[in-house]
């Protein structure tokens, strides 16, 4: 199954190309994959086809409800494909597409830079924080 991009197109020029749903790229994709449960499903599914409750276990701390939700959007925006088995009871399988593993490059350099600079970040909290203590 091939990714869908649902885009919008100007009414007043029908014969253009059509525009995109958010004029800014980088907020628009960040926006929906910047959350907090989304580069842990996309990195769950890196090596791997999994199940609804084997991607559950595999994330840990996800309510089955965000879990479903968050799916539908990386579905949605074409990064995880969505496989429906009609068996009884059905099957259904989450699997990264070529948008998806593509997306792993620059997931893993932005896992290694904040596994790298996490210790400093938290270090420039503490002193942010001592000095708004200081300010009240």
């Known amino acids: 199954m091939e990714p869908s991009h649902t885009t919008m197109t100007d009414p007043a020029d029908e014969t253009g190309p059509p525009a995109f749903d958010h004029p800014c790229p980088i907020r628009d994709v960040l926006d929906r994959i910047g959350d907090q ?8 599914l890196a090596p791997r086809t999994l ?12 309510s089955r409800q965000m879990l479903s939700r968050t799916l539908k959007r990386l579905e949605a925006d074409g990064f995880v494909q969505r496989t429906l088995y ?9 699997t990264l597409t070529a948008l998806g593993h593509s997306f792993l490059v ?8 904040a596994d790298a600079h996490h210790e400093d970040i ?11 203590a200081g300010d009240h």
């Open 37 to 44: 449960w989304s580069l842990l499903i996309l990195g769950a």
């Open 51 to 62: 199940r609804f409750n084997e991607l559950s276990r595999a994330i840990g701390d996800i």
């Open 86 to 94: 009609p068996e009884v009871p059905p099957r259904v399988e989450y």
């Open 106 to 113: 620059p997931m893993q350099q932005l896992v290694y830079w």
């Open 122 to 132: 938290c270090r420039s909290r503490r002193a942010a924080r001592a000095l708004d």
